[in-house]
């Protein structure tokens, strides 16, 4: 399956559910990850800190390589100037690499340096681009990459720990940005990070983002998989509320 074709099925598929790993147990995540397989989940999602960047520190391409999965690895890199290790998360097996704009002064070269990587899980593939934007940068600092994008997350918190509250403000931030990307004439998946719960996920994909990401509402409890499922079925339904009054892209 080529870039295009992964980009366009998640397109028609969505909204997906990108289960955020960081928050599952680790004493028990084989199970927890397969407990999300089973509920269809299709993407994992690895929240990369480096202390720098954000204040928490996370893990690094070793604990992204040791998951063994069929999902796709949706690696979030929160760390600074990530064009120094980006190779060695896509060696690691990540499907979508995501950058912040605010991470490094030449976001273009990292993004124009993965889009020459071959992707270790599937060669035809290819490994998408992604950048993300926290809550206080302007959407405007995407648009001058949408050549070299597949994807572009709005993070609803501010990065550095889960549990956190969605910022009100992302909602016009989500329905701005998925008209910015109709704009672009490209085909650039949108997703949403942060804040979300079984209480407002209906009412965010509603706006229109092809992936949610959602760690601790997912990891909480349990029973993973029951709560993925419970997640995804309301993500649906908020999905298809908001194509009928014409919210998604």
Request: proline share 5%; charged share 20%.
């Amino acid at each position: 399956m080529s870039r295009n074709d992964t980009i366009a099925q998640l397109h028609d598929t969505a909204p997906h559910i990108t289960a955020g790993v960081a928050s599952a147990d680790v004493m028990n995540l084989g199970a927890a990850i397969r407990s999300v397989e089973q509920a269809g989940v299709r993407l994992l999602h690895f929240d990369v800190m480096d202390g720098r960047f954000c204040p928490a520190l996370t893990f690094g391409p070793a604990f992204v390589k040791g998951v063994r999965t069929r999902l796709l690895k949706d690696v979030h890199l929160m760390i600074a100037e990530p064009e120094a290790v980006v190779a060695d998360y896509v060696q690691a097996g990540a499907d979508l690499v995501i950058v912040h704009v605010e991470s490094t002064r030449h976001v273009h070269r990292c993004l124009q340096a993965l889009g020459e990587m071959e992707n270790v899980n599937d060669p035809a593939r290819g490994v998408l681009r992604g950048v993300a934007l926290n809550p206080g940068t302007p959407l405007e600092a995407a648009a001058p990459l949408m050549d070299d994008l597949d994807a572009v997350f709005l993070l609803a918190v501010n990065p550095g720990w889960g549990g956190q509250a969605f910022i009100p403000a992302t909602g016009e931030r989500l329905t701005r940005l998925a008209d910015m990307v109709r704009r672009s004439g490209r085909d650039i998946l949108v997703g949403i990070d942060g804040g979300i719960t079984q209480v407002n996920i209906a009412e965010v994909a509603a706006l229109g983002p092809d992936i949610i990401v959602a760690g601790s509402a997912v990891f909480k409890g349990d029973d993973p998989g029951a709560n993925a499922r419970a997640l995804a079925d309301a993500a649906r339904r908020g999905g298809q509320s908001g194509q009928s009054a014409g919210a998604r892209p």
